[in-house]
């Protein structure tokens, strides 16, 4: 599972023109998801992101989470997080989960974090969706549950 996690002062996502989700002060997430993704890989990346000290505290450090500052998210599913762009000049998108896999662990990652946080919105999956923010920071950080299960390398000194 992947995401890229965008800290945003708003979001907002539509379809036909019409807004069917949005944030306040948070963040939005792209997520993506692989065939072999399940509910673990769901938690661990959703656990990273609501403790992920990137927001200000009151001498302007970032060390406040999403949980810290009461922050709403708005999740868009986006499947083109796993291109693959090795060969030739168009992506091939094999990486992704085809709907029947990827629908339901993004339905569970938008639990996990309705569970925590005041507000969720959002996208329709497999729409085609207009994607508005405002970054804050800006701050931007890719996020990777492969990266997240491996051991930290010791700096050598």
Same mark, same amino acid.
């Given at each position: 599972?992947?995401? #890229?996690?965008?800290?945003?002062?708003?979001?907002?996502?539509e379809?036909?023109?019409?807004?069917v989700?949005?944030?306040?002060?948070?963040?939005l997430?792209? =997520?993506?998801?692989?065939?072999? +993704?399940?509910?673990?890989?769901?938690e661990? #990346?959703?656990?990273?992101?609501?403790?992920?000290?990137?927001?200000? +505290?009151?001498?302007?450090?970032?060390?406040?989470?999403?949980?810290?500052i009461?922050?709403?998210?708005?999740?868009?599913?986006?499947?083109?997080?796993?291109?693959?762009?090795?060969?030739?000049?168009?992506?091939?998108?094999?990486?992704?989960?085809?709907?029947?896999?990827?629908?339901?662990?993004y339905?569970?990652?938008?639990?996990?974090?309705?569970?925590?946080?005041?507000?969720v919105?959002?996208g329709?999956?497999?729409?085609?969706?207009?994607?508005s =923010?405002?970054?804050d920071g800006?701050? %931007?950080?890719?996020? +990777? %549950?492969?990266?997240?299960?491996?051991?930290?390398?010791?700096?050598?000194?």
């Amino acid at each position: 599972m992947r995401a #890229l996690f965008q800290r945003v002062s708003s979001a907002r996502v539509e379809v036909g023109g019409s807004i069917v989700g949005s944030c306040g002060k948070g963040c939005l997430l792209l =997520l993506g998801i692989a065939p072999t +993704d399940t509910t673990t890989e769901a938690e661990r #990346l959703w656990s990273k992101v609501r403790t992920l000290r990137v927001f200000d +505290d009151d001498e302007g450090q970032m060390n406040r989470s999403l949980l810290d500052i009461g922050g709403e998210v708005l999740v868009v599913s986006q499947f083109t997080l796993y291109a693959d762009i090795r060969r030739g000049r168009r992506p091939s998108f094999t990486d992704a989960a085809p709907p029947d896999v990827a629908v339901p662990l993004y339905e569970h990652f938008c639990a996990l974090a309705e569970h925590d946080v005041r507000h969720v919105g959002r996208g329709v999956f497999g729409a085609a969706m207009q994607v508005s =923010l405002t970054n804050d920071g800006p701050v %931007t950080i890719w996020l +990777d %549950t492969d990266d997240l299960a491996r051991p930290r390398r010791q700096a050598r000194g």
